[in-house]
T-cell receptor
Framework: SSELTQDPAVSVALGQTVRITCQGD??????PTWYQQKPGQAPVLVIY???KRPSGIPDRFSGSSSGNTGSLTITGAQAEDEADYHC????????????FGGGTKVTVL | QLQLQESGPGVLKPSETLSLACSVS??????????WGWIRQPPGKGLEWIAA???????YYSPSLKNRVTISIDTSKNLFSLNLSSVTAADTAVYYC????????????????????WGHGTVFIASS
């Protein structure tokens, strides 16, 4: 299939760990990429490739992938981590065609 | 530091053609490492990839929009552009431009596609 599926919303207590998942057939061939988006702002890349973090992204963010499922884990969630998280990957065409998941709203309690 | 800045008309009537430009500063659209792309986000919804272009002029389109979209690149002006024809209310969204890293891991086993740097976005409303 050419879709990426995310849970619409998850919540996490301050300081605890939350895992956000993304499912799709394309993830068997392509790494999931993760973006954080806060209200009124552009998305920010947080994880790409084999658990790579761009400069400035805290190491409490980590990524993994197995089979058709990719995961973003926030270990020790902070209040500022409350945001929408979007996953993406290339689709199965082999060309740089990008798929996005529907996004997951993370609430820090 | 690379920066991208979108520009566009803001509001158009249905059936008109939306033209957007993304000006790049602090780097070159002719950088062979990257593609350049457009993404949109309707109000209250998720992200939707629209199109991508390489400095050579090679273009890639979302299957759902390819009949109405044209992306182009101008290396002399260091910008890339998007045209979306026959707009309707469903095209109302924030439109973002971004730099796309598209490569394979060291083993060549898995692909990596990441929009590394984004513009702030430009709001477009299709309304009569």
């Amino acid at each position: 299939s050419s879709e990426l599926t995310q849970d619409p919303a998850v919540s996490v207590a301050l300081g605890q760990t939350v895992r956000i998942t993304c499912q799709g057939d394309s993830l068997r061939r392509y790494y999931p990429t993760w973006y954080q988006q806060k209200p009124g702002q552009a998305p920010v890349l947080v994880i790409y490739g084999n658990n790579k973090r761009p400069s400035g992204i805290p190491d409490r963010f980590s990524g993994s992938s197995s089979g058709n499922t990719g995961s973003l884990t926030i270990t020790g969630a902070q209040a500022e981590d409350e945001a929408d998280y979007h996953c993406s990957s290339r689709d199965s065409s082999g060309y740089p065609h990008v798929l996005f998941g529907g996004g997951t709203k993370v609430t820090v309690l | 530091q690379l920066q991208l800045q979108e520009s566009g008309p803001g509001v158009l009537k249905p059936s008109e053609t939306l033209s957007l430009a993304c000006s790049v500063s602090g780097g070159s659209v002719a950088d062979t490492t990257y593609y350049w792309g457009w993404i949109r986000q309707p109000p209250g919804k998720g992200l939707e990839w629209i199109a991508a272009v390489y400095y050579t002029g090679n273009t890639y389109y979302s299957p759902s929009l390819k009949n109405r979209v044209t992306i182009s690149i101008d290396t002399s002006k260091n910008l890339f552009s998007l045209n979306l024809s026959s707009v309707t209310a469903a095209d109302t969204a924030v439109y973002y431009c971004a730099r796309l890293l598209s490569e394979w891991d060291r083993l060549g086993a898995r692909g990596i596609d990441a929009f590394e740097i984004w513009g702030h976005g430009t709001v477009f409303i299709a309304s009569s």
